[in-house]
């Protein structure tokens, strides 16, 4: 079974960038569409962001513009750059296939707040 562990997170102040990351076990991670997920509090966990295996590429309308997603796939890692973050984006945020089939992993913290 594939394992994800999400780091990357932090504070940061509006307008500010954050590079998050999803390093994966396991040698069939390059055959899935992966995913970055994230959950604010009191609110539904959302799909921010997908790539597949050929590395095309879907952003929610919230995000679109501002973050860019990519793979390394000789890493067995997923990326998520993030650009002119706003409060509202603050949130735990998690890679997971798409769908999300795999054990969901602790994810990572990002608060953006002046």
């Known amino acids: 079974q594939v394992q994800l562990v999400e780091s990357g997170g932090g504070l940061v102040q509006p307008g500010g960038s954050l590079r998050l990351s999803c390093a994966a076990s396991g040698s069939i991670f390059s055959i899935y569409t992966m995913g970055w997920y994230r959950q604010a509090p009191g609110k539904q966990r959302e799909l921010v962001a997908t790539i597949t295996s050929g590395s095309s590429t879907y952003y929610a309308g919230s995000v679109k513009g501002r973050f860019t997603i990519s793979r390394d796939n000789a890493k067995n890692t997923v990326y998520l750059h993030m650009n002119s973050l706003k409060p509202e984006d603050t949130a735990v945020y998690y890679c997971?296939?798409?769908?999300?089939?795999?054990?969901w992993g602790q994810g990572t913290e990002v608060t953006v707040s002046s």
């Open positions: 997971n296939a798409r769908p999300p089939v795999l054990d």
